[in-house]
């Protein structure tokens, strides 16, 4: 009986010395992330200082074959991931990281396989635990490193790969209000870019798919084309998106007016013009879902749920989305929050920070890495997307009419 208890005071003790020194000692994180095409490297402490990072992206590589290849993505983590983490962790001793942060799923598995193999290696040389990361929550709770957003709030994570709108109410605990069903928005404007021809535009030929068409949409008329059609306006009574019959429709269009750019091209308006009609399409389709997550949001009666809306993920880099979402929460007197354009595209800041969070709340923290295993495909949450739809909210297509008559 004294052995047992002696034993028992002694757990208690390893656990209370344990708590004590990881409050007392500064938390620091080193974070790699290889999802898809960027290779990243971050350090970060319990402060929110960024204490290194580092960064090498792929878009030179891939741009001429108009999306990505993962056999050079692969090849190009293995050369960057080295010099990489060095540069991250310059003048930084080992000694003082707590753990290692690493992007596990959702991606490109070629990628993720690259970034787990190296994370191996540094943790049997360095004996540090890990955190295995999800990608996407990494970019929802990106925004609590850089701005100050408590819980609870909706986020929006826009990209290439994923369109997912969600409730964040913990680090670990999420609500998909609705996802993409067939692309994404970035994918969609990637796609009309090269329908387009447009990384051989001299005003842009340095930019990515959707950057291009935002600057070119600039000068352009949205109004000159028309892309909407039932299948992505608000009549669907959900939060869900589909963008596929938007690209259909806008490949149509190319080809009915050949709108592409060639070099003997005197007048490029007719581009301009259509880039500024799906720029204005896609914007006003997650527009649409996001009003219909705040008015289910009032019909739950949880309001904390809808007093901040963040935006991250490349595509909501775009200023074009960002104003137009800026007006709608307004409207309902919310708060848009972005994190800067930077950190909204993949980055080893975000999965630093997110291991830091994990960190000091012991969430999903291991001691080895053998059996972890990369996944492609990885859902954020729990899905109450059916919720949403049963609910069966309307939504006026432009609220900004809406808007104008309840003014007069």
Request: charge should be neutral; glycine fraction near 6%; hydrophobic fraction near 40%.
């Amino acid at each position: 009986m004294n052995l047992l208890r002696c034993h028992l005071w002694s757990l208690i003790f390893n656990k209370y010395i344990h708590q004590n020194i990881v409050c007392l000692r500064t938390i620091r994180i080193l974070g790699i992330e290889t999802s898809c095409d960027d290779t990243g490297a971050a350090v970060i402490d319990d402060q929110r200082n960024i204490l290194g990072e580092s960064i090498r992206n792929q878009l030179q590589y891939h741009q001429k074959f108009g999306g990505i290849v993962p056999n050079i993505a692969k090849q190009h983590h293995y050369e960057n991931l080295v010099p990489v983490v060095a540069e991250a962790m310059n003048n930084i001793e080992w000694d003082s990281i707590s753990a290692i942060a690493t992007s596990i799923r959702p991606g490109l598995i070629i990628s993720l396989w690259q970034g787990v193999n190296f994370t191996r290696q540094l943790l049997f040389k360095y004996n540090k635990p890990f955190i295995p990361i999800h990608h996407m929550e990494a970019h929802a709770l990106t925004v609590r490193l850089t701005h100050d957003v408590d819980f609870p709030y909706m986020v929006l994570l826009a990209s290439g790969g994923h369109c997912i709108l969600a409730i964040v109410e913990d680090v670990d605990k999420y609500y998909r209000l609705g996802e993409s069903n067939d692309i994404s928005p970035g994918e969609t404007l990637d796609k009309v870019a090269r329908e387009m021809n447009l990384s051989e535009h001299p005003s842009v030929k340095d930019l990515v798919g959707g950057a291009a068409i935002e600057y070119l949409a600039l000068q352009g008329d949205s109004s000159i084309f028309n892309l909407i059609t039932s299948q992505y306006s608000a009549k669907s009574k959900d939060c869900s998106f589909t963008f596929g019959g938007m690209l259909s429709a806008a490949k149509r269009l190319i080809t009915k007016h050949q709108i592409k750019y060639d070099s003997s091209m005197l007048n490029d308006q007719i581009l301009k013009d259509l880039c500024a009609c799906i720029q204005t399409s896609v914007v006003r389709h997650i527009e649409t879902r996001i009003h219909r997550a705040i008015l289910y949001c009032d019909y739950r009666e949880n309001l904390t749920w809808r007093k901040t809306l963040v935006l991250s993920g490349g595509v909501a880099s775009n200023l074009f989305l960002r104003k137009r979402l800026k007006d709608l929460c307004d409207y309902y007197s919310m708060k848009l929050v972005c994190p800067p354009p930077k950190y909204c595209t993949d980055n080893g800041v975000m999965i630093a920070w997110n291991g830091v969070e994990r960190f000091r709340r012991n969430l999903g923290v291991i001691s080895a890495v053998d059996e972890i295993i990369p996944e492609a495909r990885s859902p954020l949450g729990e899905n109450i997307s059916e919720h949403v739809r049963n609910v069966d909210i309307h939504v006026p297509f432009d609220w900004e009419k809406v808007k104008k008559n309840k003014k007069a």
